[in-house]
């Protein structure tokens, strides 16, 4: 599978990218320990080359940069863009967390990945 975008995910990005004068950057995410939830998403816009042991995907004219390991958390996910009273984020939408945390940004897997939590934590069952 892949990490892909949203439409509106792929729109914002490029115009981030126009506005940062990086029209040939791609989208780097990862996923790092740390967090609420035990695990926590990063997201950059990398306009290096990719690094060795890199996937690369293409959507709507933006690269996407994903390390294996990373992938292997995250294969399936969707980038998204969303508004909200606070403003507008790229949020992850990852079928393959079984809980997050309510600052959106952590998460935890089947295999137990994660731990820790602020009391704000929701899991999926």
Same mark, same amino acid.
């Given at each position: 599978?892949?990490?892909?975008?949203?439409?509106?995910?792929?729109?914002?990005?490029?115009?981030?990218?126009?506005?940062e004068?990086?029209?040939?950057?791609?989208?780097?995410?990862?996923?790092?320990?740390?967090?609420?939830?035990?695990?926590?998403?990063?997201?950059?816009?990398?306009?290096?080359?990719?690094?060795?042991?890199?996937?690369?995907?293409?959507?709507?004219?933006?690269?996407?940069?994903?390390?294996e390991?990373?992938?292997?958390?995250?294969?399936?996910?969707s980038?998204?863009?969303?508004?909200?009273?606070l %403003?507008?984020? *790229? &949020?992850? $939408?990852?079928?393959?967390?079984? #809980? !997050? =945390? /309510?600052? %959106?940004?952590? *998460? &935890?897997? $089947?295999?137990?990945?994660?731990? #820790? !939590? =602020? /009391?704000?934590?929701s899991?999926?069952?």
């Amino acid at each position: 599978m892949a990490i892909t975008l949203t439409t509106r995910a792929a729109c914002e990005l490029k115009d981030l990218m126009v506005a940062e004068a990086k029209t040939t950057a791609a989208l780097r995410v990862w996923v790092s320990g740390g967090g609420c939830s035990g695990l926590q998403y990063g997201m950059a816009i990398d306009d290096g080359a990719p690094e060795a042991g890199d996937q690369v995907f293409e959507q709507e004219g933006v690269k996407i940069y994903i390390d294996e390991l990373s992938l292997g958390y995250m294969d399936g996910a969707s980038v998204d863009f969303v508004e909200d009273n606070l %403003g507008g984020g *790229f &949020k992850i $939408e990852n079928p393959n967390a079984v #809980g !997050g =945390c /309510g600052c %959106g940004s952590s *998460f &935890k897997t $089947e295999e137990g990945q994660g731990g #820790g !939590g =602020c /009391g704000s934590c929701s899991s999926r069952g």
